[in-house]
């Protein structure tokens, strides 16, 4: 992310407090309630509430009223707290395509969490903070000649593989490669679908191994992704007792040195628990601790998700009847949402500000359904992005309690993976957009 950096040291007052706030805190959606903890909500809305009020709609400049994030730096390290809580054995290398913001990136690299690169630009992004190389990961299957030549130069040695061309590719260019072999999984559950890109089937794993062998190079460890979103976890037990089949494998090559099992990404904090219980279960039985094999993974949405919160402006409205509208806000799929078409997500759009109130502690100011936990909520809406293009759809139908209008605006919680990461100035929006500092490390 490339925008304006605001620092803000913010001590909430009652005044920004709501005062039924706990009695909210307990209607959260499902998606929210899952958290092992409670948000910070009063220095998130306090640095929501201070920004849209410095706003003044009739003479502020062009852009003045963008949307913005609010980003909790302190939120990354409840993030590393309940990551080891959850997996003490399982070293972190931070993925960085899914939210390259440098604070984040930063407090991530102070913490102890290595990186996960899958091109020249995050290797060099990553290096320039000064962590060391071997603490990076290249764990892009298919590399550019030219890049592989560049994480040569620049030491970084461990790199993922999955067939023979790019085998071949690293003996000319990079032979000291640290290699993991990446196997395939069953993703079949998972929202973004990885398998059908990358990974070894099992069945070919024979003939990967024996051209390690016979171009001399060193074979360290094995690799997987079981995709993002999944909702079978089994797929993780299948994953890593596969792996532990390829370690095997491999001693009946002479390859002898694997030492390092890296079980991929795709973790969210929603499910982290139970995923997690899975996965431990599963290294207990194949690789137990005391096995001489050292575990890796590659989180991005854990700890980008939570730390970010979207604020929006609703810059027109379209009245279709007396309950249902049509809502263009500044923001959309070719900007800071585009995680709707790049990750399948379904951002939640809460009530922010309406007619001179601000409405951050009703967690339920909108429903995906038109009656929700005994309320009957009186406005239709969809909700679009400011482009002139049709696919800028943030949702085709929501329900509101409020009857928004220009001005208002809208907040959309847990907005920090895939975000910005892949967002474009398409149709003349500048999307690189003020991002709020706040530091709750104490919460």
Known sequence: MSRTDIELNLTPVDALKAPDTHAHSAKLSNKVADLPYEQPHDEIFAALKNRIEDINHDV???????????????????????????????????????????????????????????????????????????????????????????????????????????????????????????????DSTAQCRLSTKYGCEMEKVDTLLQCVKDLGLNLVGVSFHVGSGASDFTSLYTAVK???????RAQDFGLSNLKLLDVGGGFQLESFHDSSAVLRSALDEFFPQGCG??????????FAATTFTLAANVIA???????????????????????????????????????????????????????QKGFQYPQKVSIWGPTCDGLD???????????????????????????????????????NVDVLYIDTGSK
């Not at 094999?293 to 854990?302: K, M, N, Q, T």
């Not at 409020?402 to 993976?417: C, E, K, R, T, Y």
């Open 60 to 186: 502020c400049e062009p852009g003045d009223e963008n949307s913005f994030f609010v980003c909790d730096i302190g939120e990354v390290g409840r993030l590393h707290k309940n990551w080891f809580r959850e997996l003490p054995r399982v070293q972190p290398y931070y993925a960085v395509k899914c939210n390259p913001d440098a604070k984040v990136l930063r407090k991530l690299a102070d913490l102890g969490v290595n990186f996960d690169c899958a091109s020249k630009s995050e290797i060099e992004k990553v290096l320039a903070m000064g962590v060391n190389p071997e603490r990076i990961i290249y764990a892009n299957p298919c590399k550019a000649s030219s890049f592989i030549r560049y994480a040569a130069g620049a030491k970084v040695l461990k790199s993922t593989f999955d067939n023979v061309e790019e085998l071949h590719k690293i003996k000319k260019y990079h032979p000291d490669s640290q290699l993991l072999l990446r196997i395939a999984t069953d």
């Open 393 to 431: 759809c943030i949702t085709k139908e929501y329900y509101i309690k409020h009857d928004l209008v220009p001005g208002d605006w809208i907040f959309f919680p847990s907005l920090g993976a895939y975000a910005a990461s892949a967002a474009t100035p398409f149709n003349g929006f500048e999307q």
């Open 317 to 371: 409205k379209r009245k279709l009847s007396s309950n249902e509208s049509m809502l263009y806000i500044n923001d959309g799929v070719y900007g800071n949402m585009n995680c709707i078409l790049f990750d399948h997500q379904e951002p939640t759009p809460r009530t922010l500000y309406h007619n001179g109130e601000f409405y951050y502690y009703d967690f339920n100011s909108t429903s995906p359904r038109s009656f």
């Open 293 to 302: 094999i050292d575990i890796i993974a590659e989180p991005g949405r854990y």
């Open 242 to 248: 596969d792996s532990r089949t390829v370690f095997d």
